[in-house]
């Protein structure tokens, strides 16, 4: 996939951006090298290749990152918060009524 200046200035005009022709002709070059890179990416067999939790544990198996027990670690401090709310009803702030 290749862009060309036409789709930059397409793109620049939604994001509505003012861009001159050395930076939109900037933007394509940078945008096509992604894309190629992408491409070469995806070239690549990884049939068989088991996904890694950390990439460092490519070369170091000690450096692997162990995952935390998940668990709730802070208190319950909702009643606290709430506290200084004008209105609260079964835990839930209330509000007043904006849209008629």
Wanted: proline share 7%; hydrophobic share 40%; charged share 25%.
């Amino acid at each position: 996939m290749s862009l060309t200046l036409s789709d930059i200035a397409r793109l620049s005009k939604l994001a509505q951006l003012d861009l001159s022709e050395q930076q939109s002709s900037d933007a394509l070059a940078k945008l096509n090298d992604i894309f190629a890179l992408v491409e070469q990416m995806k070239a690549v067999d990884t049939t068989g290749i088991e996904p890694l939790a950390h990439p460092v544990a490519v070369w170091r198996d000690d450096l692997a990152m162990p995952l935390r027990d998940d668990r709730a670690t802070e208190p319950n401090r909702r009643d606290d918060y709430q506290q200084p709310a004008p209105a609260v009803q079964d835990g839930l702030y209330l509000v007043p009524k904006v849209i008629e």
